[in-house]
């Protein structure tokens, strides 16, 4: 109860005032943030006196791999659907198509994350180490998020189809890089615990982080429009939404100003991947706290390499 106060607070603190419900600075906006502040305390005293039987272990959490993998989990997913959410906007709003045809432009990036989420995992099966691949997943996110915000109404085919796939690449090879180094962080028993914490960790990302990229998207929008299209309020394109349609009739009766407005539809997109380059940074550097660790399981009766050493390190009987 306390956790669903915590984030129904936050959350809502973030749509009010990013979307200009009401000002930052007003009294809900203020009390929600102070709400959210006060349950958070509540919470953590909380967790610390339930001990081991707590949502959230101690014992378990604490553990460097668990910590940063979940955190690893939560940006590289909370990437993902922010793209996924926020791509269609600028296939219909920006480049004037329909919901099918921005679904179907979409594709690049959800095939090849698809095949890249395979060929990953395979890959950690096969060679064992998983940072290699969590390091390469974020680094190449990062870049993908940043040609994605280079987009504007006059990018050709090739180049969005390109920056999808380098998007998409680099989220597929680590999704499933913070289960794998949490799974094998902890016990056996553990398991399910970890892997809790871990969902979590990415559905609670996920929450946030399409809030904040909302709040970034309209206040971009309304404070951009008078600068490039002065006749069109702020507030009427975001009633209007991103229908192809809806953004073009803004300009009845001003056509020439429609440049303006895509122009200022562009740049409320571009500030959302800085945002997302930002994420994938931060994934860069948590992935290296996530561990070196050969995952494959040695066959029963293999000798492996280390253990060999360490017996023929041991004098046989008799010896000196």
Not at 86 to 103: D, H, I, N, R
Not at 143 to 157: C, P, Q
Request: hydrophobic share 45%; proline share 3%; glycine share 12%.
């Amino acid at each position: 109860m306390v956790l669903t106060l915590l984030l129904l607070s936050v959350l809502l603190a973030l749509q009010f005032g990013g979307g200009n419900t009401y000002s930052w600075d007003s009294a809900t906006v203020i009390g929600l943030f102070c709400g959210a502040g006060v349950n958070a305390i509540i919470f953590i005293f909380w967790e610390r006196k339930m001990g081991e039987q707590a949502m959230l272990s101690g014992p378990i959490l604490r553990q460097r791999v668990i910590w940063t993998g979940s955190l690893f989990g939560m940006c590289i997913m909370g990437s993902m659907i922010v793209t996924s959410n926020w791509l269609p906007t600028y296939f219909q709003a920006v480049k004037g198509e329909g919901p099918t045809m921005s679904g179907v432009h979409v594709l690049p990036s959800i095939l090849s994350q698809v095949f890249l989420a395979v060929g990953s995992g395979a890959a950690v099966s096969r060679f064992g180490y998983y940072l290699p691949w969590a390091s390469a997943s974020a680094a190449v996110t990062a870049i993908g998020n940043g040609l994605l915000s280079t987009l504007t109404a006059s990018t050709s085919t090739a180049a969005w189809i390109g920056y999808q796939i380098v998007v998409g690449s680099g989220r597929g090879a680590g999704m499933q890089m913070g289960l794998i180094a949490v799974q094998n962080a902890v016990q056996p028993s553990q398991v399910p615990v970890a892997i809790a914490m871990i969902i979590f960790a990415q559905n609670l990302g996920t929450s946030i982080f399409i809030v904040i990229a909302n709040t970034v998207f309209s206040q971009t929008l309304t404070s951009s429009l008078p600068r490039y299209a002065p006749s069109v309020s702020g507030q009427a394109a975001l009633d209007a939404g991103s229908g192809a349609g809806a953004v073009r009739n803004l300009v009845i009766g001003h056509e020439e100003e429609l440049d303006g407005v895509l122009r200022s539809y562009s740049d409320s997109l571009r500030n959302i991947f800085y945002f997302l380059v930002g994420l994938a940074g931060l994934a860069l550097f948590l992935s290296t706290g996530m561990g070196w660790k050969d995952v494959r399981k040695t066959p029963k009766g293999k000798v492996t390499e280390d253990a060999l050493t360490e017996e023929e390190s041991v004098p046989e009987k008799g010896e000196v």
